[in-house]
């Protein structure tokens, strides 16, 4: 069901007066935070990047911004460390951390308790944790790229783009101002009319081989490839689309998302979606591997975002009365794994095994 309603292009305007640079703060000096500011300072923003890895004198200093097919674009950005170095009013506050970050990156925004604030952050949560501790006007981003750091900047690995929906508040114009802007810096840029549409189809592309892939340490393509992989992934996906009905929540198209033609693939029988999809699947990552493998194989420590991922399906389905057994097992094992490594050992390259827990998770709670 796609709502071709909720959304429109963001438009350009090159021809626009001059006027002086709308300012951003954004919380958060990682992959997402550092291609969200460098993007808006492309367009002409004044960009301040907030945050540990981000630290400096408060001064301007460029960034590079890789993109598919070796085009590269300079930037500056002004870096700092401490809140108190930042600008005083920005137009804008972008809070761009880890969901486990997010109630620590708050505290920061609260310095400027009543301008408007944008979450950047993937899976489901982010906005009703925003809510509760501000009363400022809020928007909702959803990044459909992915983006790692580099030692000069930042690397979009992939296309796609950009979502953005208004969650409290007057926002518009400051909307269209953010859409025009991301889309003057390169990337294409979809304002949507409902948030919580917005974030629920994002998190369908989220859940796309990414606790699976970690827990049984395959790529991607490969899972989609294996008969018992293709079959887990299509009920964890059918899971958190009767949860997003009960809520009447459609599923928006954002750019590069490719949500609708995954959908449409699993209307088909097994024997012809799995091998076109795992192909599809395979190239879609861009050669980045999906973040829960990367933590879950030796790529840091601490806690995961399995919670608002696969976890945030389980939940709203439990409130709604809606079994949801692969979700659920899958939040559950991917925190599991994290926190004990030897624990993921039975599933790895096993996608029958995982499969068969997870379908019967519920009868074993």
């Known amino acids: 069901m796609t709502d071709a309603s909720a959304a429109r292009p963001a438009t350009a305007h090159g021809d626009r007066e001059a006027v002086p640079p709308r300012v951003a703060v954004v919380v958060g000096a990682g992959a997402v935070g550092s291609f969200l500011g460098g993007t808006l300072a492309a367009a002409g923003w004044d960009v301040t990047l907030l945050g540990r890895r981000g630290g400096g004198d408060g001064s301007t200093t460029p960034m590079v911004i890789d ?128 948030a919580a549409t917005m974030k629920w189809s994002k998190l369908l592309a989220n859940l796309v081989a990414n606790a699976t892939s970690g827990l049984l340490d395959m790529d991607a393509g490969a899972v989609w490839a294996d008969p018992a992989g293709f079959d887990l992934e299509r009920r964890q996906l059918r899971e958190a689309l009767a949860v997003m009905r009960a809520q009447d929540l459609g599923v928006v198209s954002l750019p590069g998302g490719q949500v609708g033609a995954l959908l449409f693939g699993l209307r088909f029988p097994a024997s012809i979606a799995r091998p076109v999809m795992a192909l599809a699947i395979g190239r879609a990552r861009g050669g980045k591997h999906p973040s829960l493998r990367i933590r879950l194989r030796g790529g840091g420590t601490g806690p995961t975002e399995a919670r608002w991922l696969n976890g945030a399906v389980a939940v709203a389905g439990a409130r709604l009365g809606i079994a949801t057994p692969v979700n659920a097992a899958l939040a559950t094992l991917v925190d599991q794994v994290a926190d004990d490594p030897a624990a993921g050992d039975r599933w790895r390259g096993n996608p029958s095994a995982l499969r068969d827990a997870a379908i019967g998770w519920n009868d074993r709670a």
């Open 67 to 194: 993109v598919p097919k070796g085009r590269r674009t300079t930037v500056r950005v002004r870096r700092v460390g401490a809140p108190e170095a930042a600008p005083t009013a920005p137009d804008v506050v972008i809070v761009a951390v880890k969901m486990y970050d997010l109630a620590g990156a708050l505290e920061v925004a609260a310095r400027w308790p009543a301008l408007p604030l944008a979450t950047a952050q993937n899976g489901v949560g982010a906005e009703a944790l925003a809510s509760a501790v501000r009363t400022s006007p809020l928007i909702a981003l959803s990044l459909t790229t992915a983006v790692e750091a580099t030692p000069e900047g930042v690397a979009r690995r992939r296309t796609g783009g950009l979502g953005i929906a208004a969650v409290r508040g007057d926002t518009a114009v400051l909307r269209h101002d953010l859409a025009d802007a991301f889309a003057d810096g390169g990337l294409p840029t979809v304002a949507c009319t409902d």
